[in-house]
């Protein structure tokens, strides 16, 4: 089974520019996530979509993060315009339900921001 | 490839020795957790879990350990390999599989 695919994998940019992230979740898993990895921190959750609607959002940067998951498939995080502190690794996990434990995360994308 | 966490505390141990990793966890209402396992360059995997009904979980050569008194979760590996080096997580669930809060980590060494 082909697993959560991600891209770009790495981007650097400058602040006050913006950048995109993509995921493709595991075919059929309704649930899809996205964290905010810092260096030497564990996983932070910006958001969790069941299908295409948004089910916790409480901890994204809203003024400029946003993200998305038209179709309730493929899901794109944006980040317009980036700060420093925004470097990090941008993971995205799907899974069947709403139970993390059957989530399954990607390689990430790492974002460096100068 | 890149490391996941240059700055987190390090257990280096012995190939073949057993290692015991801790984990504080902040949230006494807290009824479900996991330990996950990242290594460089990767996404976290999962390893085990554990519900706070319970206080021993035994896996293939992995088993938590859970104290709710003091809030205290332990991941012990049994006769440790070369490939169980990464950077391994806790993470607690507040009432619920709805959300997940990760610990920091700590980075496993494992030496020949």
Not at chain 2, 60 to 72: D, F, G, I
Request: charged share 20%.
């Amino acid at each position: 089974e082909a697993g959560v695919a991600q891209s770009p994998r790495y981007k650097i940019i400058e602040k006050r520019q913006s950048v995109a992230f993509w995921c493709n979740p595991i075919s059929g898993h309704a649930t899809l996530y996205w964290y905010q990895q810092i260096l030497g921190q564990g996983p932070k959750l910006l958001i969790q979509f069941q299908n295409n609607g948004v089910v916790d959002d409480s901890q994204l940067p809203k003024d400029r993060f946003s993200a998305e998951r038209l179709k309730g498939v493929d899901s794109t995080l944006k980040i317009q315009p980036a700060k420093l502190e925004d470097s990090a690794v941008y993971l995205c996990a799907s899974s069947l339900g709403g139970a993390h434990t059957e989530a399954f995360f990607g390689q990430g994308t790492r974002l460096t921001v100068v | 490839g890149e490391s996941v966490g240059l700055h987190l505390p390090t257990l280096s141990v012995q190939e073949g020795d057993n290692s015991i990793i801790n984990c504080a966890y902040s949230n006494s209402a807290s009824d479900y957790f996991i330990w996950y396992k990242q290594e460089s360059g990767k996404g976290p995997q999962f390893i085990i879990d554990i519900r706070s009904n319970m206080d021993k979980r035994q896996g293939q050569r992995v088993t938590v350990l859970l104290n709710k008194t003091v809030k205290h979760l332990s991941l012990q590996i049994a006769a440790t390999q070369p490939g169980d080096s990464a950077v391994y997580f806790c993470a607690e669930s507040p009432g619920g599989y709805n959300k997940l809060i990760f610990g920091a980590g700590t980075r496993l060494a494992v030496h020949p």
